[in-house]
């Protein structure tokens, strides 16, 4: 499955923003999606995973009430809102995917889009 990331852009805090994740090749309806995000200098963390049918959702836990994962299985889409943006949320952020459960072992990844939060 290939993935790819849109959405990101530059925002002032307090902005919101949606990303959007399309999967191509094969139907994201077989494979648990997530959000993880890599900051200069940083690990790459998890943000948000949501299962196949949409009812098991995680996020980290800071960012639980600002940040919502969703998927639409017929548009072959993940999406992440994120509300309420504060400088430190600055990051590339990727969406993945995994067929094997929630863990993200070895997920396969989008190409990351950037997003800027200025104070």
């Known amino acids: 499955v290939q993935l790819q990331a849109s959405g990101g852009g530059q925002v002032q805090a307090g902005g919101s923003l949606r990303l959007s994740c399309v999967a191509s090749?094969?139907?994201?309806?077989?494979?648990?999606a997530g959000w993880f995000r890599q900051a200069p200098g940083k690990e790459r963390e998890f943000v948000a995973a949501?299962?196949?049918?949409?009812?098991?959702?995680y996020y980290l836990d800071s960012l639980k009430g600002r940040f919502a994962i969703s998927r639409d299985n017929a548009k072959n889409t993940v999406y992440l809102q994120m509300n309420n943006l504060k400088p430190e949320d600055t990051a590339v952020y990727y969406c993945?995917?995994?067929?094997?459960?929630?863990?993200?072992?070895?997920?396969?990844w989008g190409q990351g889009t950037q997003v800027t939060v200025s104070s």
């Open positions: 993945a995917a995994d067929g094997n459960g929630m863990g993200f072992e070895n997920p396969y």
């Open positions: 090749g094969r139907a994201l309806s077989g494979y648990e």
């Open positions: 949501i299962n196949r049918s949409g009812n098991t959702i």
